[in-house]
Structures are given as C-alpha cells and as structure tokens.
C-alpha cells in the first residue's frame, strides 16, 4: 500500500510557492478587502426583495416577532438558521425589518470571503497571483450579487473557502487541530447549504499528494464523519419540510425533453461482444485495461450516455498512451465506428419522432449531464476555458508520462468530480447549484496560469525529453521542486490580465449598483396596490405568494399552472396550498374564470411577477391562464419600475354583498 501512495505521489509536481507574502503584498490585500467592501455595500438597499430572498425573510420575520423561524403555513424552516437569526438580529439592530438590514450578514459574509480566499489561495499561488485570485474574488459581479442577496450562496462559498483554508494548514503542519476544525467548519457550512459536501473530496488531496498513508487515513476519516454530518442534517430537514404534492403530468422534467424508445438489455449485451473485439483489435498491445475502457465507452454510447463514453474514451487513450505510442489508424477505424453508431441512433430517434435533432442531440449526450459546466459558464467563461486547457495539458503529460502539477488533481477533486455529481441527479442545474465550486475552480485556474507563464509551452509538450525532464524534477525528501521564477513585472502583468478575464469588468457595474432595470419590481406592486387599501370584500391573488405575502401581510390566491407550481403544493382543508404560506392555488385558466365570474365579490387585484420571464412566464401561466389574463375583464392598472411586474384589476361584480364576500376570503385571512 505504501508502494502504490508513494507511485501516485511520484506522478504529481509540487508547486507550492517558496516565499511567504511581504509588507507590500499584505498592504495591496487591505486595499483589496476595503474594495471588496465598498462594492459589497454601496447598493445593498437599491431593490426590493427577489428571487428566493422572500424563504428568508418570512421565517426571519416569525423569528422576530414570536422568536421562532417558522414559514406562515406554521413548519420550522431548517435551512440556514445561522442566517435567519443573524438577520432577525441584524433588523433589531437597524430600525426593524429593511432589505438593508435582511442583506447586511451577507455582505459581511461576503467581505470575509475575501479574506479567506487569500488564506486558501497561499497553498498554490505566489503572492502576486494571490492578490490577482482575491481582487477576482472581490470584484466577481456573481459574487457581489451574492453578497447583496439575503440567501445563503454566500455562505456557502464562504464555508467552502474556510474548509480549504483550515484543510491546507492540516496539511502544510500536521497538526491534527486544524483537520478536526476543518470537519467542524463542514459541519457549520452544511447547515447554511447542503451543498457543501461536495467539497469533502478535498480531504484527500494532502493523503494523495503527500504519498503519506497515515495523512490519507486521517483524510479519509475526515470524509465520513463529513459525509454522515450531511446524511443526519439532509435527513431532519427532510422531516422538517411539509410533504409536497410533487411532479405531475406535464411538469418540467429533469432530463433531456426527447422522448425516445425504451432500450432493451439484450440490445446492450449484444453490442458489448462486438465492442470488445473492435476495441481489442485497436489498442491491444497497449494492455487489457484501455481494451475494456473503449469497449464499455461502445456499451455507453450505445446506451445513450455519449457523456460517460467520452470520459471512458479519454481514459483509455491516456492509459494506453503511457505504455507506447497510439496506432493512429486502428483508432481511426473506432472512432469511426463511433461515429456510425451516432449517426444510426440518430436517424432511428428521428424516424421515431423522439424529438427535434437538438433535442435528440442533448439525449444522446445523455448523463451525467454537461449543462452543469453551462452552469459554471455563467459565473466566468474565461474561468472554464482556462481549467478546460489546464485539463487537456495535464491529460497530454501524465499520458506521455510527464509528472503533473498539483493544482489538476486539486481541480478533479475540488470541480470536476463534483460537477459531474451534480450532472447525475440534476438535468439543468440551476446557476446556484455549482457555486461551491466556483472557489476551488478560480484557486485552480490562477494556478494553472501561474504555472504555464513559469513553464514555456515547449517545454511542457516535449515529448522527446519526458524521460529526462522527469527524472529531472524528481524532489528529494521534503525538497520543493525547481521552478522558474514568476514573481516579475511581467508575472504580475499576467495576473492581472488573468483577473480582467474572470472578473469581465463590463458586467461589473449592474452588479455593484443594481437597479430595477434587472430585478423584479415585487415591492413597487405592492406598495401600489396598498395605496389603493382594498377592502374586506376586494381579493388579492399573486404570481408570488411568497413575496407578497411579506410585503402585504397576506394575499388569497396563488396563481399559477398546476404543472409549474405541483413541487410546491400540498392539501389544506381539502384544497391545493402553498406548502409555504398555505395560500390556496389558481392553477388554470378555467380556476380564474370561475373566480371572475363569482356573485358577491369585490374587486380582484392580479399581482404579477417580472421572476422567470425569460419566456414570458409561458410555462407559470400555462393552461390557459395568460389567455384570460389578456380577456378584457382584466385591466392592467400597474406597471412596476422593472416594467415586467405589473398589476391588474377585475372591477367588483355587479351585486356585491360586502359580508358574503368577505366570507369568501376569511379562511384565508383569519
């Protein structure tokens, strides 16, 4: 076993910098966290509240008023409650409730983000580089958006970035302290977003690297004890939460939107006896393991999951690549085999009207899904290209037996293992479900950059010279290896167009003064509505129950698609509920007429949401809703200030009996 560790240590360079940061660099890093602050806090109050602001402010709100964080449908919210009561504290601290006072533990949060991101950055990058990594940090419009958000995102890059910290200095002492403080500091960010577990795979990195089987073993304790925290929490949040009605027929789907033809077990083991062959004849003299590799990459495409195939391709070519050189024209001969594969499968999915081509394509690229790196895109396009050629050269060195810098294999375990985790469970990942990554990703990307201005690209792709390079760098006990020095005008140049590229300044404004031109106008509806102080017998519904029932006290209807809001709904009193608010839903056209055409009504007042209109809120006002909202009963009477968020009305019904109507509503409202 110590064998095996000290052969896998052997095949990773220690790129560590050598020298500790200075008087200066420590002056820039002050300078970078005021800055950090400055654009933190200089819009925080801009907007109202957004997005999933309103499942922190209502049972922060509760918790103010009767000490407890529970939502108004009466269940404990068990996300985040560091949070809650940091806001709650933060409102009595300022006046009362505010979207300044809710958003102030995140900013906070998201200047000691700063901090910790140069304690993290120190294990790879020299100090110049460092300072590049933190003013990214600190200038990332995401980032500063997060820190203006009252969610949780901010903690959990915070708690990411603090685990890695505290794990470095594990590794860098080996003192026991701080592994046993990183797993407790886990144990906290878990609470904040579960999430977090996904950095958990780090706590192999110093084992893996180190060649040291009593650091592994250290680690991988580490891991469990982890990996159990976020059973137990994910559990009683479970519990916590209300029994939710759950996906029904004609809901979004987790998936590809093709709809293909069942395939058969005897299908996939008929292909695997002729996908051995083709790949033993290919690659054979390059041993067993590649063989097996590109034959199950041949099941895996068969099978529809061309996503694992290309990562089983790309194994089996590194590994074969290690024993000798690759035969390029047996591997022409399979991949064109793969390539008449694809194609029959597309032509049958189409000539059985599975879908569109697109859709038909993005079947086929099957799981896990690779719109989790689209996700990551979405932070910084620069930052994915960079840690993708990062990638492709660490491949081209440990295939042509070069010895690896260390911040790849920090990269596979800190990103891309866990985005290809994600891609397992989720089709279409949210931006937010990827954003634990985005600090393991930005550390690994200056360190990629770092590395490449040391080491020219000649030498890093000479193949002719990999023996002797390796041997060359080969360290001897404790030593660091040699490296080219790049703390220079032209190193730090480099790092400072690096930061220029992840942080893309043009994006840079919006995010540090935001306005309603990219934020709904929920607080604009309404105040608008309660200036018109609608009486007992007056209905409110909304697109938003959530927000609107933090900004009015209550409203009576959700309106919404069945479809769309089904993850969100459970029976009160034999109706379908907001499991948050317990408001009763709208969930068809045909619902809303009935609504309009009830005797002994008063004025009805539609709350619309500028959230989710990127089509138009096409899929929220499905069946049938957006046709009556648009019916001539309906007057737009309120556009808000983001001009998506507007408010109609339904005058009262011509024989309106103020007590009935009242009635109407009151077990809503009581």
């Known amino acids: 076993m110590e064998a095996i560790l000290r052969g896998l240590a052997s095949v990773f360079e220690d790129t560590r910098p050598r020298a500790p940061a200075d008087r200066r660099a420590l002056v820039l890093l002050a300078i970078i966290i005021a800055v950090g602050a400055a654009v933190r806090f200089w819009g925080l109050g801009n907007v109202g509240l957004h997005g999933d602001e309103k499942t922190m402010a209502l049972p922060a709100m509760h918790l103010l008023q009767y000490g407890t964080p529970e939502m108004p449908s009466g269940f404990l919210y068990p996300r985040a409650l560091a949070q809650l009561y940091l806001m709650a504290g933060s409102a009595l601290a300022f006046g009362g409730p505010s979207e300044w006072a809710f958003r102030l533990p995140s900013a906070l949060c998201g200047v000691l983000l700063v901090l910790l991101t140069w304690l993290a950055g120190r294990r790879f990058l020299e100090s110049h580089w460092n300072l590049a990594l933190t003013a990214a940090v600190a200038l990332l419009p995401a980032f500063i958006e997060d820190a203006q958000t009252a969610r949780m995102y901010v903690f959990l890059v915070t708690g990411v970035t603090g685990f890695m910290a505290l794990l470095f200095a594990w590794e860098r002492t080996g003192r026991r302290g701080y592994l046993i403080a990183a797993v407790l500091e886990m144990a906290v960010s878990l609470e904040f977003h579960t999430l977090s577990i996904f950095a958990a795979w780090l706590c192999f990195l110093p084992g893996l690297l180190s060649g040291d089987r009593r650091q592994l073993r250290e680690g991988t304790v580490a891991f469990l004890v982890i990996a159990a925290e976020f059973v137990a929490l994910n559990n009683w949040i479970s519990i916590e939460y209300p029994h939710a009605l759950g996906v029904i027929e004609g809901s979004p789907i987790n998936g590809p939107r093709a709809v293909a033809p069942p395939l058969h077990l005897l299908w996939l083991l008929g292909a695997a006896l002729p996908a051995l062959a083709l790949s033993w004849y290919v690659i054979r003299a390059r041993g067993w393991l590649p063989v097996l590799l590109l034959a199950a990459s041949l099941v895996a495409q068969a099978a529809r999951l061309d996503h694992a195939a290309l990562l089983l391709i790309i194994a089996a070519l590194v590994l074969a ?164 020095a790049s703390g220079t005008a032209l190193g730090a140049a480099a790092a400072a167009i690096v930061c220029a590229l992840i942080v893309d300044p043009a994006r840079l404004h919006a995010a540090v003064d935001p306005t309603y031109a990219h934020y709904p106008d929920h607080k604009g509806a309404a105040q608008f509505v309660a200036s018109l102080h609608p009486g007992p017998a007056d209905i409110l519904v909304a697109e938003d129950p959530l927000m609107q029932t933090y900004y009015l006290g209550h409203v009576d209807y959700w309106l919404e698609s069945k479809e769309a809001a089904a993850p969100f709904l459970h029976k009160v009193d034999g109706r379908w509920a907001d499991i948050y608010t317990d408001t009763p839903l709208i969930g068809s056209g045909r619902q809303l007429e009935r609504l309009v055409t009830r005797r002994n009504r008063g004025a009805i007042y539609v709350i619309g949401s500028g959230e989710n209109q990127s089509d138009g809120r096409s899929i929220m006002r499905g069946l049938g809703i957006a046709q009556v909202l648009h019916s001539p009963a309906f007057h737009r009477i309120y556009v808000g200030r983001d001009g998506l968020t507007d408010v109609w009305k339904v005058d009262a019904s011509a024989h309106t009996h103020p007590l009935s109507a009242a009635a109407a509503g009151a077990t809503v409202r009581k």
């Open 321 to 484: 690549r290690r024993n000798g050189a690759l035969p390029p024209a047996r591997l022409a001969l399979y991949f064109g085999a793969c390539l008449l594969l694809a194609a029959a499968q597309v032509q049958y999915l189409l000539a059985h009207r599975a879908g569109t081509l697109s859709q038909i394509l993005g079947l086929l690229l099957g799981w896990p899904s690779v719109r989790t790196f689209l996700a990551v895109s979405r932070y910084s396009v620069a930052a994915l290209l960079i840690a993708a050629c990062g990638l492709a050269v660490g491949l081209w060195r440990l295939a042509h037996r070069q010895r690896v810098p260390d911040h790849l294999l920090f990269l596979a375990l800190g990103v891309w293992l866990p985005l290809l985790q994600i891609g397992c469970f989720k089709w279409d990942p949210a931006q937010r479900y990827v954003e634990g990554q985005m600090l393991p990703l930005l550390i690994a990307v200056f360190a990629l950059a770092q590395w490449a201005s040391a080491v020219p690209l000649s030498r890093t792709l000479d193949v002719s010279s990999i023996r002797a390079s390796a041997r060359a760098r080969m360290p001897g006990p404790g030593a660091l290896p040699p490296r080219t």
